[in-house]
């Protein structure tokens, strides 16, 4: 099972790439400890609070959830000597007017994904989103390599919440826990939860973030490191995708 969004999906520029760059607007060179640490608090507060993000996305404008949630990143940012209010604004501004990210599927996912299903893996994909996911894995041109799509609005649980996981296993034919690898970018979503149920867990660490999760699952730097853990697949797709 494949978590969507930091997965197969991703965002140039992510919204931490983002602040990061609106911070330096500011005289604010952060460096990559700093990028760790908004990595970490992010997916950690989107995985503590996403039922109530998703409400909030819902009833407010970008710039108000941006309002909203960014000073509990700053209890933990030293900002110098800009003040609060004109760092809030400042972020802000900048998310309202520049940030228009470009969603991109992750190279090679489309090749692995076939792969997979040529080795004959039944193939489940398992978000956070609110929306049910056909159409998006439609439009990005994967949706034929997946056996079920489950989002979580759709059964009103979101990761790391047990029920999510728990229902994709029932549509995935009552497959034992133990036997299924959930593969995501998020510790505190895909490895916990994961790992709450049975799953095997795989864990997409990017930038090093989470150097504890290397006791508790597999820890990857990219996606093509799959193939290394899954006996049988070729090392990589020769095939233009």
């Not at 599927?105 to 049910?132: F, I």
Request: a negative charge; aromatic letters at 8%.
């Amino acid at each position: 099972m494949f978590d969507l969004d930091g997965t197969l999906l991703k965002l140039r520029p992510t919204s931490e790439e983002a602040f990061l760059s609106y911070c330096a607007d500011l005289g604010l060179d952060l460096n990559d400890e700093t990028r760790r640490r908004l990595i970490r608090w992010s997916y950690k507060h989107w995985a503590d609070n996403r039922a109530l993000i998703t409400n909030d996305e819902r009833q407010l404008g970008q710039e108000a959830l941006i309002e909203k949630h960014l000073p509990f990143f700053l209890e933990d940012l030293d900002i110098g000597k800009i003040p609060e209010e004109e760092f809030l604004a400042h972020i802000s501004a900048r998310f309202r007017d520049d940030f228009s990210p470009r969603r991109y599927l992750v190279p090679g996912a489309k090749e692995l994904l076939r792969d997979l299903k040529e080795a004959e893996l039944k193939l489940g994909l398992v978000s956070n989103r609110d929306e049910e996911l056909s159409g998006a894995a439609t439009e990005m041109g994967i949706i034929e390599y997946f056996d079920f799509t489950l989002a979580a609005g759709q059964v009103g649980s979101w990761k790391p919440d047990p029920a999510i996981f728990r229902h994709a296993l029932r549509l995935g034919g009552d497959v034992p826990p133990q036997e299924t690898i959930y593969v995501g970018d998020n510790y505190y979503a895909d490895v916990v939860g994961a790992r709450g149920v049975g799953m095997v867990a795989v864990l997409i660490d990017e930038h090093g973030a989470f150097p504890e999760a290397a006791d508790e699952c597999r820890v990857i730097s990219h996606l093509g490191d799959l193939r290394g853990l899954l006996p049988g697949l070729p090392a990589h797709s020769g095939r233009a995708t």
